[in-house]
Structures are given as structure tokens and as C-alpha cells.
């Protein structure tokens, strides 16, 4: 797949530039001068480059970093010239940062004196390695480290077109691969040997990166046959191993990978080796189509966190139809989770301070869980539109669904 | 008895584990505990996973990229307990219990109360941190009141730059996987197959090991002659490009064992099958052979004393430019620190002195207008000298000689 065709038309220039405008009209807003990123997702966002991916390790010790101005387009500092996107002024454009190293930290504060004078200045941070932590505010005693977040998370909050085109095509990748992977799936299969097919497949079909590990967690039918549990809910995601995959087992799938920086999210629940799902299966499937349905009925613009919330619950007296840990819904972006997040334990009144606008991408992952009996798990992404929403993934619920194909 | 031959493979043996587990993670923390006691550390808090899995041994779920800082594992001086944020037991060593496990919470104010629950926390005087954001320099300041809280990545660094035998033996089979990968990945080789498809059959190969993530998605990158007289550039961005018969193809990847990285790189010409020796062009030999040249300058000073400014020096010595990257880096759980040839200089390289038990990947290219040779080794630091951990041969150019 080209970068620049498809089902719609994609336009990565535009996507900086309007991405680049967003975040300096909200640095103006808030007052602060300059923002240092170091964070893959934030650098990803704040200049559209490219780098190997890796493991943190490597991320880190030979980063990417980004400083932005409210005026221009950004610096990019990276030891990969073959990813700078084509559009960044060569005066933009500089050799590697390492701030992991005091003496990297060093060569941070003079380029950040040279870039921006030595006045007082508020500086958002997204990260600071613990070198930056000892020895930046002592080599730049004027400047204010402020949190990058609070610049970052509005902007990136509802998405523009060319943003949904990289996540649709993101989830378009990610599932035309679990095509391939489910037909594999069968008695005596190893975790390991589906995320061979998993990783073989997105990068042929054009990821640019994997984002996590991916999960294929056989799931006792009772929380008390697995693992030890912190607060008694359903462990979930544990990382795969080269663990064998029985007959009949309730398998709980979630990957995600990226294209162009934005990530996909995929989640099914698949049984090994079973062509159709119990009745009582496909009850706890029903029961998440139902949580889903009352959901998006109200998914548009102005529906507050806190009425999604309340939706997702109605009727399923037991427990919240979602993890303890996680929440009914998540945000995603150059981030495989980030705002809007709804039904976590930051509680009520942050819910309700959630309200949905247009270009908003919602990741709705609710779970059913019959203890003793398995459960349901799937997740679907949407985009908030001007009028209510649209479809960003499309994958078959298999075996779940009886006649082969359910329909909303 | 010394088995100079190491045994690799993944599966435990019915009389014997090959890798001890147990007591790699007793040994790796001890020595925390004792660096924390030297440098008067009361706590460490780590949100680095490297240096977490390093302290316990906690196996978690690998993403791609950097994290940012948060409290993912405690460790307290004064009873040598560790602590982590997992919601589960499952990919957490026995000896750490359960009430030593706290959950995940989205609300700030959850995270420092639990926080706050950990004994010998909120008293502390020193805590050591291996990275930071601006909202945890807040939060923790709620947590311990009392406490400064100090750069600790450096000490942790220090620590795992010197591997125990039992994490040699984890790295050896990393790089043996790495090897069958990128093997599998020439094997697929030949005129007209993707880059990305060369990609593929590295992680095919890899998951077949049991492995389910690698340390880095790789390099596998046709390298397009230049202009007479220029130099080839090497790209290390795997792309979509079709690879031209006869092309040199830069092919290097990464896996983890257990945490730990493997990492091999080789240059292979694509020749078309049944084609034989004769595809091979004299020009190409050529390049491999100025790389061995400036391979057997660093791996001459590849051994206990040296500095990686000597590496450098090395290098340059041979008449070779340097790489647009490091040629040496420290590797074990992931990469831990460049040591030779990075941006940030000849004065940085001197810092690092190479001491037995140390693990490199130690890289070179060169170039011409025919092309670039780009080739990366795993070298273990010896008593006397050093020991090449990769064995992969270097293909057609070699063979060609």
C-alpha cells in the first residue's frame, strides 16, 4: 500500500502543517515558549519523521527529539536523515540529541539557549531522562519545565482528516493480517507461531511499525483458574509465550501496530478449534453487542463520558461491563491510548467532563464476564462526526456470531 | 568441567534449565541492593523497563518505543524489597509475593496513595530515579516529602554493563536466534522481493524460537550505488523498494531472549538463483574487504583497558569515515549506552573503559560507488582479549575471495 493513494486521499504534508498549527495556537494560548519532546508518539506528532523501531532501550539512547516554537515549523534532531519528511527547512533539520547523558544534557541547554536566548521561559517537557532531571534546571536556571501533556493532549485530541486516514489504514492493516492468523488458529498452535504470521503479514501489507506485543491470552473460563488477580478482575493483557493452544479454548486477542505514527487497535475473542461458540457463548456476545448498541446510539457530538458510561452499564447489574483496570473507552492516536478515556478510575466527575466533538476517535472495548463460564471481549473504533459517528474497523466476530456474520 | 561450546537452544532440559533463571535474578539484585548502599540510596523508583526487569526479573508486555516515566517498580533499601505495578502474578518471579504487587490507576491521586502504601517509602531521604516527567516531580514530592530525588540511571548502567555468566549465557543464545533469523531473511532473498518481505521472514523465523518480539524491527535495505566517485549511503529504514538483481542488501536485526538482545548484521549481494559465484562483482569484494580491514582494527582493541575513544581512533585509523551511528554500543537487556563513534564525541567515547564481561555490538560500513558494506558483531570483552559471539558468515563476498 502507497502512502500517498488509497480509498481517500491522504496528504502527510498537510497533516504536519495543520498538526504544527494546532499545537502552536495552543502553546500561544497557554503561555509557553517551547516545547522539548522526546516521546515517540509526541515527536511522531509534533513532526511527522520516521526512525527504526525498536525497544525502548534503543529508543532512548538514540533518539528522535523534537523542539517546538510557536512560530515555524519545528526542529528535528535525529540520527536517521532518511526520515526527515521532505517538507522540513533545512535549517530545521540537525544531527542527533542525546540527553540520556549528562553530556548530552549539556549540548540540550546550549541548543535550547541558542534556539530560544537565555530569558525566562516556560518549556514543556514530555519526558526527562534522569541526567535532564539532576542538570537542566542548573545549566538553565531561568527557564520553567512545565508538563508538554497539557499543550499535547488538546491538540491532539480530535483529529483532522489525513489523522483518520492513517488510523483507518493503521486498523485496515492490522485486521486484513488477523485474516491470516485466525485461519491458523487451531489445536496445538503456540502464541508464538501466530505472531509470526501476525508480524510477516503487517509488514507485507505496509505497517511501518509493530506497536505491542501481540496478545493471545488462552483465558481460564473462572478468575480464580488464572493468575493471582490485584483487584479481582479479569487479568488482562498477559504477554504471549511459546504457550500451546488447546482445543476449545477461549483465546482473547489485542495487537496494534502504525502506519505513518498512528496506531491500530484490534481486539477479538477467537476459540481454538470450535467452529461455533456455546449458547451461552454467544449470549455473552450477545451481551456485548447489546453494551455496544446502547453506546454508540448516543456516540455524537456534545454526549458526555459520563452518559456513555451510564449507557454501557444499564442493564448489566453485576459489574461494569469493561476491566477494572482499564476503561469503557480510550482515545487513539500517535499513542495506542491516550484522551478521551471514559469509565476509569478518575471517577464521575471526569467522565462527565468528557464531552464528544467531531474528530474525536473513540476505541470502545467493553467485556462481558460470566465467571466460570468465559466471557466476551472485542474492540471496535469509531470517529465522531459533525452528526453522530462512523465505522474506522470492520472485522467478523467469528464464532461468535451464529450465522457466520453478525450486523449491527 | 568448562564446556568451552556453549549449548544453545530454548527448551528447558530435563537435567538442566541451560540458564539458571533463579539465580541470574538473585545475583542482578543483590548487586542493585549493593550499588544502592554504596551510593546511599534509600529507594529507587524505575520506570524504565530495562532497569525493572533488570532489579526483578518481571516479564511485562513489550511496546515499541519510549514510555514515559511513571513508578513501575520500588525498590527499598532497608528490607530489599521490590514492588511493582502489575495487576497479575503471571510473568512475576515467585520470590517477589503477592502483596508486593500494586495495580494500575489512571487517577493520580490512586497512584501516589499506593504508593504511599509501600514500606520505607514516604520516609525516604535519597531516592534514586532513572528518569522523570514534570507531573511525577510533583507527585513523588507528595509521596516522600523528605526525599531528593536523584539520577540513578548511571549507577543502574554501570551495574548491567558487566554481565554475569548466567547473562552471557542468555546473550549467546539471543545472538544464535538473531542468526537463524537473519539467515531465514537471506535465504528469501532474491531479485524483486520487497524489502519489507526480507523483514518478514526475519520475525517468522525468530517466532519460531519462541520469541515474540524482536529488540529492534531491523535493517534490510538495498544500498544504491552513487555517483563514480561518491559514496553509496547507507539507508537502515526498511522500506517498500523491490530489490534489483545484483544489488548489495545492508540485512541486520535484533531479538530478545529473555530480555536479552542479539543482534547480528551482514551485507549479501542479491544474486538470482542458480547464478552462482560469478554474479559476485569485484567491486563488491572490494568492499567487504576495506570492511574487514576496519574490523580488525576495533576488534584489536576490542579488550579490558581500552576506551571507546580507542575504538574510535581505530576506526579512523583505518582511513574509513565514520558511520552516521555509533560503531560500538553497550547490549544486554536491549541497548544500554552508545561507547563508540555517537554525536556526541571523542570526549564522551573516553568515559567508557572496556572491563571483562562486557557485551558490544560493534559495527562498521564502508563505502564506494559500487555500494556500501555495512556488517554488526556481538563481541564479548575477555580477560585477554575479547571473544566474537556472532558467527554467521559473511556469504558470497567472503567466499568469493
Given amino acids: ?84 519528511p521532505a517538507d522540513l527547512e533545512p535549517g530545521r533539520r540537525h544531527g542527533p540529541l542525546a540527553p540520556e547523558f549528562p553530556e548530552g544534557v549539556a549540548e540540550l541547554a546550549a541548543v535550547l539557549t541558542d534556539l530560544l536566548g537565555n530569558t525566562s521561559l516556560r518549556v514543556g517537557f514530555d519526558e526527562l531522562s534522569a541526567a535532564a532531571h539532576e542538570h537542566l534546571p542548573r545549566l538553565l536556571p531561568k527557564m520553567t519545565i512545565v508538563n508538554a501533556g497539557e499543550v499535547l493532549a488538546p491538540a491532539k485530541l480530535c483529529k483532522t482528516a489525513d489523522e483518520l486516514e492513517c488510523i483507518r489504514r493503521a486498523q485496515r492493516i492490522n485486521e486484513l493480517a488477523m485474516y491470516d492468523v485466525h485461519s491458523a488458529l487451531r489445536p496445538g498452535v503456540r502464541q508464538c507461531d501466530l505472531t509470526g504470521i501476525f508480524l510477516d503479514r503487517i509488514f507485507e501489507l505496509g505497517a511501518t511499525g509493530n506497536g505491542i506485543d501481540p496478545i493471545w491470552q488462552a483465558t481460564p473460563l473462572a478468575i480464580a483458574d488464572g493468575p493471582f488477580s490485584v483487584n479481582g478482575d479479569l487479568p488482562f493483557p498477559i504477554p504471549s509465550t511459546d504457550r500451546i493452544l488447546r482445543q476449545g479454548e477461549l483465546v482473547i486477542v489485542d495487537s496494534g501496530i502504525k502506519y505513518e505514527g498512528y496506531c491500530s487497535d484490534f481486539g477479538r475473542t477467537w476459540l481454538v478449534g470450535e467452529d461455533v461458540a456455546s449458547a451461552r457463548q454467544r449470549d455473552h456476545f450477545k451481551r456485548w453487542c447489546d453494551v455496544m448498541s446502547r453506546v454508540l446510539e448516543i456516540v455524537r ?41 471514559i469509565g476509569t478510575d478518575l471517577g464521575e466527575d471526569y467522565d462527565e467532563s468528557v464531552v ?12 462481558i464476564w460470566d465467571d466460570g463460564h468465559g466471557g466476551y471481549r472485542s474492540e471496535e473504533l469509531v470517529a465522531v462526526t459533525d452528526t453522530g459517528y462512523r465505522w474506522l474497523s470492520q472485522f467478523p466476530y467469528a464464532p461468535f456470531d451464529t450465522d457466520g456474520r453478525w450486523r449491527w | 568441567m568448562v564446556n568451552t561450546v556453549p549449548n544453545l537452544g530454548v527448551m528447558a532440559l530435563e537435567d538442566d534449565g541451560r540458564v539458571d533463571f533463579a539465580r541470574l535474578r538473585r545475583q542482578r539484585r543483590q548487586r542493585v541492593l549493593d550499588a544502592m548502599a554504596e551510593r546511599d540510596f534509600d529507594v529507587l523508583i524505575l520506570g524504565r523497563e530495562a532497569n525493572a526487569r533488570y532489579a526483578t526479573g518481571a516479564r511485562r508486555l513489550w511496546m515499541s518505543g519510549t514510555r514515559p516515566f511513571a513508578p513501575g517498580c520500588v525498590l527499598v533499601h532497608a528490607n530489599g524489597s521490590v514492588h511493582l505495578l502489575n495487576n497479575w502474578d503471571e510473568g512475576i518471579p515467585t520470590e517477589i509475593p503477592r502483596d508486593h504487587l500494586f495495580g494500575l490507576s489512571w487517577n493520580p491521586v490512586t497512584y501516589v496513595e499506593r504508593l504511599k502504601g509501600i514500606p520505607g517509602l514516604t520516609s525516604a531521604r535519597r531516592i534514586g ?30 551495574l548491567r554493563m558487566r554481565k554475569s555468566a548466567e547473562e552471557l549465557r542468555c546473550i549467546r543464545t539471543a545472538v544464535a ?26 520475525n517468522r523465523r525468530m517466532t519460531a524460537y519462541g520469541i515474540t518480539a524482536p529488540s529492534m524491527e531491523g535493517t534490510f535495505c538495498a ?101 552516521p551511528f555509533p560503531i560500538a554500543y553497550s547490549v544486554g537487556i536491549g541497548y544500554e549506552a552508545p561507547i563508540a563513534g555517537s554525536s556526541l ?57
Avoid at chain 1, 467531531?358 to 467493553?366: A, D, F, K, R, T
Avoid at chain 2, 529504514?237 to 536485526?253: C, E, K, N, P
Avoid at chain 2, 559476485?280 to 576488534?299: F, G, I, K, M, Q
Fill in chain 1, 356 to 367: 464528544l466533538s467531531p474528530g474525536m476517535v473513540l476505541v470502545l472495548e467493553p467485556v
Fill in chain 1, 301 to 341: 457530538p456534545g454526549t458526555t463520558g459520563l452518559e456513555l458510561n451510564r449507557a454501557a452499564c444499564k442493564g448489566e447489574n453485576d459489574r461494569r461491563p469493561w476491566l477494572d483496570h482499564f476503561y469503557l473507552i480510550h482515545g487513539l492516536g500517535t499513542e495506542s491510548a491516550e484522551p478521551p478515556f
Fill in chain 2, 129 to 158: 530515579v532513572d528518569a522523570m516527567t514534570p507531573l511525577w516531580r510533583q507527585l513523588l514530592g507528595l509521596v516522600a516529602p523528605a526525599a531528593e530525588l536523584r539520577d540513578a540511571q548511571a549507577m543502574l548502567l554501570e
Fill in chain 2, 223 to 323: 544500498i544504491e550505488p552513487g555517483p563514480v566517485g561518491s559514496r553509496a549511503r547507507v539507508r537502515r529504514l526498511t522500506s517498500d523498494r523491490h530489490i534489483d538483481a545484483g544489488a548489495l542488501v545492508a540485512l541486520s536485526g535484533g531479538v530478545l531472549y529473555a530480555g536479552y538482545e542479539g543482534a547480528v548484521g551482514r551485507t549479501w549481494p542479491c544474486i538470482g538463483p542458480g547464478t552462482g559465484m560469478a554474479a559476485v562483482r569485484a567491486e563488491h569484494r572490494d568492499l567487504r574487504r576495506r570492511w574487514t580491514a576496519v574490523w580488525n582494527r576495533v576488534a584489536d582493541r576490542c579488550r579490558p583497558g581500552a576506551t571507546g575513544d580507542d575504538l574510535r581512533a581505530a576506526y579512523e585509523a583505518s582511513g574509513e569515515t565514520l558511520p
Fill in chain 2, 345 to 401: 564525541g571523542p570526549i564522551f567515547d573516553r568515559r567508557w573503559r572496556l572491563e571483562p564481561g562486557m557485551v558490544l555490538g560493534v559495527q562498521a560500513y564502508v563505502a564506494g560507488s559500487a555500494g556500501g558494506y555495512f556488517g554488526l558483531e556481538t563481541v564479548l570483552i575477555t580477560p585477554d582479549g575479547h571473544e566474537v559471539l556472532s558467527s554467521l558468515s559473511h556469504g558470497p563476498l567472503l567466499e568469493a575471495d
Fill in chain 2, 177 to 202: 536466534i538473531a542468526e537463524a533469523s537473519l539467515a531465514a531473511a537471506i535465504d528469501a532473498l532474491r531479485p524483486g522481493i520487497r524489502e519489507r518481505t526480507l523483514l518478514g521472514a526475519f
Fill in chain 1, 1 to 84: 500500500m502507497s502512502s500517498e493513494s488509497g480509498n481517500s486521499p491522504l496528504d502527510l504534508g498537510r497533516m504536519r502543517r495543520e498538526r504544527q498549527q494546532k499545537l502552536a495556537s495552543e502553546m500561544q494560548r497557554q503561555g509557553i515558549d517551547a516545547l522539548v519532546l522526546a516521546g515517540t508518539g509526541n515527536v511522531h506528532y509534533a513532526t511527522g519523521a520516521t526512525w527504526l523501531t525498536s525497544d525502548a532501550g534503543r529508543a532512548i539512547c538514540e533518539p528522535a527529539i523534537a523542539i517546538v516554537t510557536p512560530h515555524g515549523q519545528p526542529h528535528l534532531f535525529t540520527p536517521y536523515p532518511e526520515g526527515i
